[in-house]
């Protein structure tokens, strides 16, 4: 299952990925946020069951900019997520 834009870049993460200098602090502070994100999605999905795999895609491209995907290891916990979202 795919959840579109649930993602947002940190402006810095944006900076760099264009070629930009950008701070290291910064750029900490992004991998920071990305990881806690990672997490507290991943959380949320594991309710549901067992999850074989999950993507967050961190990029800048608009066609996926923002978009997770989750696919869980069971049918019936893929079914049972998607009914609760």
């Known amino acids: 299952m795919v959840f579109q834009h649930l993602y947002e870049n940190p ?3 944006i ?3 264009n070629g930009m200098d ?4 910064a ?7 990305f990881e ?5 999605v991943f959380m949320q999905f594991a309710k549901y ?11 800048i ?15 019936d916990s893929a079914k049972k997520a998607m ?3």
């Open 36 to 40: 806690d994100f990672y997490e507290e």
């Open 61 to 75: 491209g608009d066609h996926m900019v923002g978009n997770v995907w989750v696919k869980f290891c069971l049918e």
């Open 15 to 17: 900076a760099k990925a």
């Open 27 to 33: 750029l900490v502070k992004a991998v920071n946020h």
């Open 49 to 59: 069951g067992e999850i074989e795999d999950l993507v967050v895609a961190d990029n």
């Open 22 to 25: 950008v701070a290291e602090e």
């Open 11 to 13: 402006t810095a993460a």
């Open 83 to 85: 009914n609760a979202m």
